[in-house]
């Protein structure tokens, strides 16, 4: 299995322009996750899918922030317009329901710099 | 109020001594899973141990062992004989079975720095 698959892997950009990152999550697992991480927040969840429906999001910083999954194998993360705040690690992960607590896969994560 | 404390930001030691990582987490919940994972370099966060709150058993994997104390509410790691492949930072982490297990709450982790 090549693992949880993301891209790009380092986008910059600048302040204004939309960001798409991209993730294909590993076959058979249903659920998927984005984190981003930043030194001064550390790791947080933004939103996560259950069989590709979207079901907690609190973790989105705003309205600039869209995320979907419109099938098994594919989930981007959207900022629109984005911001030098936005500047981060973006990592998508995905797991399948076991007992318990699920076990994170992560991928390699899209380091995003905004200008 | 923070759910896991890692108070130690940085760890430097010598290859060949014996680290030990600290983790503190709050919960109110009875059942939760505690987790470690590893981010070399590289970037990529690795799962390396999951306990839950019902296994107090220490667990040991070849350098790695993990002391699990509900009573102080710590889930520390060790690693014995560190190498230099062992720099990274360690993420404690947390999941409570009010969220159903779904969220991952990280510490702000440890970075471990070996040196030859």
């Known amino acids: 299995d090549a693992g949880v698959i993301q891209s790009p892997r380092h986008e910059v950009t600048e302040m204004g322009q939309e960001v798409t990152l991209r993730c294909k999550p590993i076959s058979g697992h249903d659920y998927l996750f984005w984190y981003r991480q930043t030194m001064m927040r550390g790791l947080e969840l933004l939103i996560y899918f259950n069989n590709n429906v979207p079901i907690d999001d609190s973790g989105m910083p705003e309205d600039r922030f869209s995320a979907k999954m419109p099938n098994a194998s594919f989930s981007t993360l959207k900022i629109q317009p984005s911001e030098p705040r936005d500047s981060a690690v973006y990592f998508c992960a995905s797991s399948t329901q076991g007992t318990g607590a699920n076990v994170l896969t992560f991928g390699a994560g899209s380091r995003l710099t905004v200008l | 109020a923070q759910k896991v404390t890692q108070a130690q930001t940085e760890i430097s030691v010598v290859e060949k001594e014996d680290v030990t990582l600290d983790c503190v987490y709050e919960?109110?919940?009875?059942?939760?899973?505690l987790f470690w994972y590893k981010q070399p370099p590289s970037g990529e966060l690795v799962f390396l141990i999951r306990?839950?709150?019902?296994?107090?058993q220490n667990e040991i994997s070849g350098r790695y062992s993990w002391n699990f104390q509900k009573s102080t509410s710590s889930f520390n790691f060790t690693i014995t004989a560190s190498q230099v492949v062992d720099s990274a930072v360690y993420f404690c982490a947390l999941s409570e079975e009010g969220t159903g297990f779904q969220k991952l709450v990280f510490g702000t982790g440890t970075r471990l720095l070996v040196s030859p």
């Open positions: 306990r839950n709150s019902f296994d107090e």
């Open positions: 919960t109110r919940d009875t059942t939760y899973y």
